[in-house]
C-alpha cells in the first residue's frame, strides 16, 4: 500500500465521503473497522509538514496495523517505531531495524530473547528511569553472558505549575539535571548497558486538546497552561540533553506526540518526535485548534432493533477509550449526522441504543458509522482493517489482533 498525497479531499463533503465508505463496505458484516487510504495519506504528510523537519518515530500503541506502519514507514520524514511492550517491540524488529519501547519493562522472557540475540540487541532500545530496572535486567541474564543492551533514559516531561499544580503524566521519576545525570552515570559505567538515546513526553500538551466543545474558558486555561509548560520544558530538557551528551553520545532524543508537532519540533534539543493518533485521526484530535486530521478510521455497527420510532438501537458499542471515564471516552456516532447516546445507557457492550433528528429514519438492517476516541484501541476489537479509496475496499489489513497479538 502507498499512501501517495490526495489532491482532493472528499472528507470535507461528509455526505459524500460516508456514501462512499458505506458503499465500499456494503458486502462486509458488522461490526468491522475501515481506513480510507487517502485520508490516512493527508494525515501522515500533513504530520511530517507540521514537524517541520524533524524526524517522526511511529507510534505503534497508535496504529496496530502493521502493514499500515510498514505503508507510514516507508515516507519520507518517517524513520522507526515506538512501541509499547518488549514482546511488540521483539515482533516488530523482525521487519524494523530500529524499535525502542517506550516504556520499561519487566518481562523475563522477552529480555532474555533480547539479550540472546546479536540482532535484536542492535535494534531494539529499552525505556530506563531507574537502576532498579538494570538490576532487574542483570537478575535475568547477567552482562558477561549476554549482548549489550540498548537504553534510553526517560525524563518526566510534566510541568509543576506554582497555580494549577502537578500536570501531566506520573511517569519518570527523573525530573532535573542532577538526576538524569546520576541515572545516567550507573548505565554508563554498567557493564552489559549503553546509553543512546533520552525521551520526554509532554502529555499535557499533546495529549490535551486545547478547543474543547462548548467549554471556551476552559480551552483558554488550557492555551496558557500549554504555553508555560512548552516554555518550562524546553530550557528544562535541553539542559538535561547537554548534560547527558557530556557523558555519551546521544543517538536521539525523543519528544512530543501527535498534538504538539510544532511546539516539540520547535526545541533545538529534540531530534525526533514520537507520534501515530494523528495517522487515524479519531475524534479525539477534533479538539485542537491548530490542526484538524481527517477522519480516517471509523468502525460501522447494525440497527438491529427500534424500541421506539424516533430511536434505533446497534448490536455493540462500548469501545470505550482509556483514560478517566466520561462522555468524551465513547465513540462518536459520525453518520448519519443527528445520532446521540441515551444518556442512561450510553455506548453498552451488547447494545447502544441512539435517538436524535437521524434515528427516526433507521430502519432494521441499516449501518451505522463511529469514530473511536483515541486511534490503536480500535485495533483491539477488529482483526482486520478494510482499506478504501473511494467506493471500493484495495486491500484487507489484519491488525495486532488478527495476527493473533495482544501485547497489552
Not at 555519551?248 to 526545541?267: A, I, K, P, Q
Amino acid at each position: 500500500m502507498k499512501l501517495d498525497k490526495p489532491t482532493t479531499e472528499p472528507w470535507r463533503e461528509p455526505s459524500r465521503y460516508w456514501a462512499a465508505m458505506t458503499a465500499a463496505t456494503a458486502k462486509l458484516e458488522t461490526p468491522f473497522g475501515a481506513v480510507s487510504v487517502p485520508a490516512l495519506a493527508h494525515n501522515a504528510h500533513d504530520m511530517v509538514r507540521r514537524a517541520n523537519g524533524t524526524t517522526i518515530r511511529v507510534a505503534s500503541k497508535s496504529v496496530r496495523a502493521r502493514g499500515v506502519i510498514d505503508a507510514v514507514l516507508a515516507l519520507p520524514g518517517y524513520r522507526g517505531v515506538l512501541a509499547y511492550t518488549l514482546p511488540e517491540a521483539l515482533w516488530l524488529a523482525e521487519t524494523v531495524d530500529d524499535v525502542v519501547v517506550g516504556y520499561p519493562t519487566v518481562h523475563r522472557s522477552a529480555l532474555a530473547t533480547l539479550a540472546g540475540s546479536a540482532t535484536l540487541a542492535q535494534r531494539v532500545t529499552l525505556m530506563i528511569d531507574s537502576v532498579a530496572q538494570l538490576d532487574l535486567i542483570d537478575s535475568v541474564v547477567p552482562p558477561g553472558k549476554r549482548e549489550t543492551i540498548r537504553v534510553a533514559l526517560e525524563l518526566n516531561a510534566s510541568w509543576h505549575s506554582k497555580v494549577l499544580g502537578y500536570l501531566g503524566v506520573y511517569r519518570s521519576p527523573v525530573w532535573t539535571v542532577d538526576d538524569a545525570r546520576a541515572v545516567a552515570q550507573q548505565i554508563v559505567a554498567r557493564p552489559g548497558f549503553r546509553l543512546v538515546g533520552m525521551m520526554a513526553y509532554e502529555a499535557q500538551i499533546a495529549g490535551v486538546v486545547n478547543r474543547p466543545l462548548g467549554r471556551p474558558l476552559y480551552g483558554r486555561a488550557i492555551d496558557y497552561m500549554q504555553r508555560n509548560s512548552t516554555r518550562e520544558l524546553h530550557e528544562r530538557r535541553g539542559a538535561v540533553v547537554a548534560a547527558l551528551r557530556e557523558l555519551t553520545d546521544l543517538e536521539f532524543v525523543n519528544g512530543g506526540g501527535t498534538g504538539s508537532l510544532e511546539r516539540t519540533s520547535s526545541d533545538p534539543s529534540v531530534t525526533e518526535i514520537a507520534a501515530g493518533s494523528g495517522l487515524f485521526g479519531p475524534h479525539l484530535f477534533d479538539g485542537y485548534s491548530h490542526f484538524q486530521p481527517a477522519p480516517a478510521a471509523a468502525f460501522a455497527l447494525s440497527v438491529v432493533r427500534k424500541p421506539r420510532p424516533d430511536m434505533a438501537t446497534l448490536l455493540g458499542g462500548g469501545w470505550i477509550a482509556s483514560g478517566p471515564p466520561a462522555a468524551d471516552r465513547m465513540p462518536q456516532p459520525a453518520w448519519p449526522e443527528g445520532l446521540e447516546y441515551v444518556a442512561r445507557e450510553a455506548a453498552g457492550e451488547v447494545q447502544s441504543p441512539m435517538r436524535g433528528k437521524a434515528a427516526a429514519a433507521l430502519a432494521v438492517g441499516d449501518r451505522v458509522w463511529l469514530r473511536h476516541t483515541k486511534a490503536g484501541e480500535l485495533g483491539e476489537h477488529l482483526n482486520e482493517l478494510a482499506m478504501v479509496d473511494g467506493d471500493r475496499i484495495v486491500e484487507t489489513m489484519p491488525t495486532y489482533r488478527g495476527e493473533g497479538k495482544a501485547f497489552l
